[in-house]
């Protein structure tokens, strides 16, 4: 097994016991469509595929598996590191990047590393298309314009 499907098996532990099947469902398509945004954007940038994929199964492991998602960035990314840490394949640089894209998830004004905004784009690319026939929250707009321009689709 592969550490893309470490992290999957553990996820998929963990969305498996949502007992809401409606939330349930939210988040698993959330979760891989946020982890195969990931490796699109990575994949055009030039950046770390694999370890961009892990972090857009993890940003928002807190939410989901606590139920709550106030503080989720910051709280996920400690857990997320414990996950990491637990599966005994990762570096701990890798395990640093994944983290702190996590940790900083949430701040979609705000440009930082190149992974971070790999993540931030992934999750607005995620909801955006959720339901194309809605528009994208304020937050999310100026990401959204930038990504359509980045990958043709005006």
Known sequence: MDRIQQVRAYVDSVTGRIGDK???KEAVVHLYGVSQACALIAMKRGE????AVIAGMLHDIWTYSKMDPREHAHKGAAMAREILKSMGTFEDQEIDKICHAIYHHSGKGIRQDPLDEVLK???VLQHCLSNPLKEPEVKEYARFENLKKEFFLQ
């Open 22 to 24: 409606e939330l349930r």
């Open 48 to 51: 770390d595929k694999e370890l």
């Open 121 to 123: 784009d992934a999750d």
